[in-house]
């Protein structure tokens, strides 16, 4: 699937970047171009790789002349760029609109006018039920990108995942650092649960859509689902060090929600079992067993401590 193949990821130098990175050079690409703003990001993933198959191009997903131009010859592209934390996203929503709809719709025109095969979007639990704004730019990029299969040759489609552990933003680090500065632990919300899965997991969605033939479809992942309280109190008794540590209840942020949804009620009539691993939510009828949920939430299956135990020490954390 990618033997020789010219693949853009825009927004790579996070770590979704990284990671997608590392496991896509495996396949021998023929070329792998690393479109972003961030110039120190670029210069330290260069280090980091030292690979003469990356290309590193600074630009932005809001200039459409020069997404045309990286285009140009590209056969895969994993649409990575984002403006992502909530809490930005409220105070400036003009520019995350900026960055996650026009973007993505320049992204559109520009595979479109290059007549890229493939088209990735990588999107977010907030973009279902949305009710802060990063997850509302989130859910009409889903809708662009899904539109865009009525207007050419190009497979345009979406992957939904949860919070990735320990990636940019992640409350795993923090916690963690918290710990290590002899500080109490800041929760929003003792109710709190969110999704997590492992960078390589988040890879592997990633690569199922890929590799898939569907299209105009929204690849979700079954994945565990915690309480943030039970996380904190996992990395307490791993960092603490015997130090009483308190945890401040801070209250919910504008934006914030108590539990996030991977499919919602109006999805899940349309949501298929893909495999053992994934579901898929499409408009188009598949051939494929229904699901048999009203909705994929976070509070439905809530894993244990222990749980927590084996995904913090996968990711590497204890």
Same mark, same amino acid.
């Given at each position: 699937m990618f033997k020789n193949k010219i693949i853009l990821i825009t927004g790579g130098t996070g770590s979704w970047g990284n990671e997608t990175v590392l496991q896509l050079l495996k396949y021998n690409p023929k070329e792998i171009r690393i479109y972003s703003r961030g110039e120190f990001a670029q210069v330290t993933m260069q280090? +980091? =790789?030292?690979?003469?198959?990356? +290309? =590193?191009?600074?630009?932005?997903?809001?200039?459409?002349?020069?997404?045309?131009?990286?285009?140009?010859?590209?056969?895969?592209?994993?649409h990575l760029a984002a403006l992502k934390h909530v809490p930005i996203c409220e105070q400036y929503p003009n520019e995350a609109v900026k960055t996650n709809i026009i973007g993505t719709q320049n992204l559109i025109e520009a595979a479109i006018s290059n007549k890229v095969d493939k088209v990735i979007d990588v999107s977010t639990d907030k973009a279902c039920g949305a009710n802060n704004l990063y997850g509302m730019t989130k859910a009409v990029g889903e809708k662009l990108i899904l539109n865009a299969n009525n207007r050419s040759s190009t497979k345009f489609v979406v992957i939904r995942g949860g919070n990735v552990l320990g990636s940019n933003g992640s409350v795993v680090p923090l916690f963690i650092k918290q710990l290590k500065d002899g500080k109490n632990l800041t929760i929003t919300d003792a109710n709190m649960t969110r999704y997590f899965l492992t960078l390589p997991e988040a890879i592997k969605l990633l690569f199922t859509a890929i590799e898939s033939d569907l299209y105009n479809c929204i690849f979700v992942m079954k994945m565990p689902s915690f309480k943030i309280i039970d996380i904190a109190k996992v990395l307490i008794e791993q960092y603490a060090n015997n130090r009483d540590v308190f945890i401040d209840f801070t209250g919910i942020r504008p934006g914030e929600k108590i539990h996030e949804i991977l499919v919602s009620q109006a999805e899940s009539i349309m949501t298929y079992v893909y495999n053992k691993n994934y579901y898929v939510i499409s408009y188009d009828k598949l051939n494929l067993r229904k699901t048999d949920f009203l909705e994929y939430a976070s509070n439905t299956y809530i894993f244990s401590e222990d749980d927590i135990k084996k995904l913090l020490t996968k990711g590497g954390y204890l």
């Open positions: 280090r +980091k =790789f030292n690979d003469k198959r990356l +290309k =590193f191009i600074i630009g932005d997903v809001r200039d459409l002349e020069a997404l045309k131009s990286v285009c140009i010859g590209v056969n895969i592209i994993i």
